[in-house]
């Protein structure tokens, strides 16, 4: 048999690769040249370091939605108001960056700080009427996506500015671009914010792995009356889940607010970063280190998507590539039964070859 | 005098919003029941609406004043096929049911805005000729008052509230409910007693994305009148709430999708009602998300799930 490990594996790339089949299939049906297509996609994010610095800079904002929506999973939590909380953390950190007037060293780490709290804040909310009043956390989170998005608007119109659309740019102490960068790159529009994305892996991957809390939280994700009766506080530890999750988020709304834009504008709808990290989370396996290779995976082709067009196929294509790779990696019972199924085929094979040598040695 | 001024702002606007979330939260109610978890609600509205969008600008000709009809009942049929791959990928592979539910949102906004670009060569379609228009119900209309409230609203609007009852008939007071509800609470007894509980819940899913078909069709035809990528933002989360507030009960979804509508009329026309003016549009439009976090935390009570939600059913495992 095939090791549990090995498939667990396995499983991620088979469905990466399935999907951008079923891409190539989609691009056929429509009368477009999907090896063209896909070398399009391809320079598109890596083409020349412009286009580098723009997945990069996609890539970040995943890593961290992405942490967010593992970790809630190892608890036992779908977190799908990880939207809510990147517009939380967006926010409360350009809030920061705008308002105030400190030294780099200062101002920088407390504006991640704030959109850190706002989110974890927004988190805490249904982590805490999941404990104590055991409200499904899926639709309350959904609610409160919505909540965040109004709030924000709200906020940026009457509280911030002064009935404008968008707001000053954040001081320079609290911004994660740089020239040097800037001008390496081309002009894109690559920042920082990668490095706390990296710090941020690490963190969350030493909380699970390497630290009592982390072992609790896994506990209670796998068993929680097995946890309960060996004197774990399951209630906490929902909460707590929420409360880091969110904080993960808001650190991703961070970027957005401190990086990519430098502000905030009145928003329309949602960012997808949340949405997107779901899927991240599911293609990384719930792992620290899974989500930054399922954040590159969905950098990549949402970078690369835009150059498609080049190739005349629609940008939208690599949504429905990402979609298929979801529900690919979702029915992982069925590759699992496959693999399983050709594997047996193959080893009665071999076991078959060697009862004919043994016979003729006889 | 001011209520009644009120009253007949708000009531045709209650309704008009309310219907597309009546249909999809009783499409929510049939697949929950069977205990198939469904957040794809949002991706099959999204399907709907593209579907009888395209359908409606394609064959405005041919069928005349049928067309949004007929285009509603497209929508439909596609809906129900969309959701198949929900019924496919949950109850035969066995997976996650919240995760394909999500894929499903991603898939149905991939496809339908590829497809747009692909046929229109733009992002967005253009309005359609021949949307739904509000009619007054002949004698009820007429009624002084009560009559424009009340009864001069969409068709589609007095369809969503009859087919509540209908489907609250069939669920509670036929053998097909319920062998519905039972494989929803507990599909190993209902497998002994020979119900078949795969093909049970493979009917309540398609259930789920017909009904959910019509309600971005409705939505379509009524309030949005083209389709793009923004056209349906959220109401098939709403209809979701809709349906747990309501208690996975069709009486209770519309209820409960009668009262968004009533909040999202509020946040609509608010500004112009006397009592209302003064109030900060952040408020009416943050109300309706609020209340159903209140209402859930307790204040409507508690609420019992279908026990067997989100879980596959594995013949011969207890």
Do not use: C
């Given at each position: 048999m095939l090791s549990n490990r090995f498939i667990h594996i396995l499983i991620p790339v088979i469905s990466v690769f399935l999907g951008l089949i079923a891409g190539?299939?989609?691009?056929?049906?429509?009368?477009?040249?999907?090896?063209?297509?896909?070398?399009?996609?391809?320079?598109?994010?890596?083409?020349?370091?412009?286009?580098?610095?723009?997945?990069?800079?996609?890539?970040?904002?995943?890593?961290?939605?992405?942490?967010?929506?593992?970790?809630?999973?190892?608890?036992?939590?779908?977190?799908?108001?990880?939207?809510?909380?990147?517009?939380?953390?967006?926010?409360?950190?350009?809030?920061?960056?705008?308002?105030?007037?400190?030294?780099?060293?200062?101002?920088?780490?407390?504006?991640?700080?704030?959109?850190a709290l706002a989110g974890g804040l927004w988190g805490f909310i249904p982590g805490i009427l999941k404990a104590k009043l055991y409200v499904h956390e899926v639709i309350v989170s959904i609610m409160l996506n919505y909540t965040a998005l109004y709030i924000a608007n709200s906020v940026i119109r009457n509280v911030i500015t002064d009935q404008q659309d968008s707001t000053e740019r954040v001081a320079e102490s609290a911004s994660f671009r740089s020239q040097w960068l800037d001008e390496v790159?081309?002009?894109?529009?690559?920042?920082?914010?990668?490095?706390?994305?990296?710090?941020?892996?690490?963190?969350?991957?030493?909380?699970?792995?390497?630290?009592?809390?982390?072992?609790?939280?896994?506990?209670?994700?796998?068993?929680?009356?097995?946890?309960?009766?060996?004197?774990?506080?399951?209630?906490?530890?929902?909460?707590?889940?929420?409360?880091?999750?969110?904080?993960?988020?808001?650190?991703?709304?961070?970027?957005?607010?401190?990086?990519?834009?430098?502000?905030?504008?009145?928003?329309?709808?949602?960012?997808?970063?949340?949405?997107?990290?779901?899927?991240?989370?599911?293609?990384?396996?719930?792992?620290?280190?899974?989500?930054?290779?399922?954040?590159?995976?969905?950098?990549?082709?949402?970078?690369?998507?835009?150059?498609?067009?080049?190739?005349?196929?629609?940008?939208?294509?690599?949504?429905?590539?990402?979609?298929?790779?979801?529900?690919?990696?979702?029915?992982?019972?069925?590759?699992?039964?496959?693999?399983?199924?050709?594997?047996?085929?193959?080893?009665?094979?071999?076991?078959?070859?060697?009862?004919?040598?043994?016979?003729?040695d006889a | 005098m001011i209520l009644l001024e009120m009253l007949e702002t708000i009531l045709p606007v209650t309704l008009f919003w309310a219907a597309p979330l009546i249909f999809t939260a009783l499409g929510g109610v049939f697949s929950e029941r069977s205990g198939v978890v469904n957040i794809g609600l949002e991706g099959l509205m999204v399907i709907g609406a593209f579907s009888a969008i395209v359908f409606n600008l394609t064959f405005a000709d041919t069928f005349g004043g049928a067309t949004p009809w007929v285009s509603l009942s497209v929508a439909m049929f596609i809906g129900a096929l969309f959701a198949l791959i929900h019924a496919v990928v949950s109850i035969t592979f066995r997976a996650d049911q919240v995760v394909s539910g999500v894929a499903l949102n991603f898939l149905a906004l991939g496809v339908s805005i590829f497809l747009v670009k692909q046929w229109y060569g733009k992002g967005q379609t253009d309005m359609v000729d021949a949307p739904f228009y509000s009619t007054s119900i002949p004698v009820l209309g007429d009624i002084p008052i009560v009559g424009d409230m009340l009864f001069s609203s969409y068709a589609t609007s007095y369809i969503a509230i009859l087919l509540a009852f209908v489907v609250w008939y069939v669920v509670y007071k036929t053998p097909f409910g319920l062998r519905l509800r039972s494989v929803g609470e507990h599909p190993m007894a209902s497998d002994t007693n020979g119900i078949k509980v795969e093909r049970m819940r493979y009917i309540a899913v398609i259930l789920s994305g017909a009904f959910a078909g019509v309600g971005g069709g409705v939505f379509a035809l009524t309030i949005s009148q083209n389709f793009a990528s923004t056209t349906i933002s959220g109401q098939g989360f709403m209809a979701l709430a809709a349906m747990i507030f309501g208690k996975w009960h069709p009486l209770g979804a519309m209820g409960a999708a009668l009262f968004f509508g009533f909040a999202q009329s509020l946040s609509d026309v608010g500004s112009s009602l006397p009592l209302l003016e003064n109030v900060p549009s952040v408020y009416l439009l943050i109300a309706p998300y609020v209340l159903t976090i209140l209402a859930l935390a307790g204040f409507i009570g508690r609420a019992d799930a279908p026990k067997a939600l989100n879980i596959p059913y594995v013949k011969g495992s207890r």
């Open positions: 190539a299939i989609i691009m056929l049906l429509s009368g477009y040249n999907p090896l063209a297509g896909y070398a399009a996609l391809w320079n598109g994010a890596f083409g020349d370091l412009y286009f580098a610095g723009e997945t990069v800079r996609q890539i970040t904002p995943y890593i961290l939605s992405g942490l967010a929506v593992a970790l809630a999973f190892r608890a036992g939590l779908f977190n799908i108001g990880v939207e809510g909380q990147v517009f939380m953390g967006w926010l409360a950190s350009v809030w920061v960056g705008v308002s105030m007037d400190l030294p780099m060293v200062i101002h920088l780490p407390l504006a991640i700080l704030a959109g790159t081309g002009y894109s529009s690559i920042h920082f914010g990668f490095i706390v994305a990296l710090i941020s892996v690490f963190l969350v991957w030493f909380l699970l792995n390497k630290t009592t809390k982390g072992y609790e939280l896994r506990a209670v994700g796998y068993n929680q009356h097995a946890s309960r009766y060996s004197g774990m506080k399951v209630d906490r530890n929902i909460i707590l889940a929420m409360v880091y999750s969110g904080a993960l988020a808001g650190v991703a709304g961070t970027m957005q607010g401190l990086g990519t834009f430098e502000k905030m504008s009145v928003q329309s709808g949602f960012t997808n970063i949340g949405f997107d990290g779901i899927a991240v989370a599911l293609i990384g396996g719930n792992t620290a280190i899974g989500v930054v290779l399922g954040a590159i995976l969905f950098g990549v082709l949402k970078v690369g998507a835009l150059n498609m067009p080049l190739a005349g196929v629609p940008t939208e294509l690599v949504e429905i590539v990402i979609a298929l790779i979801i529900f690919f990696v979702a029915s992982g019972y069925i590759i699992r039964w496959a693999l399983n199924r050709i594997e047996r085929n193959t080893s009665k094979k071999v076991k078959e070859e060697k009862t004919h040598d043994t016979t003729r | -």
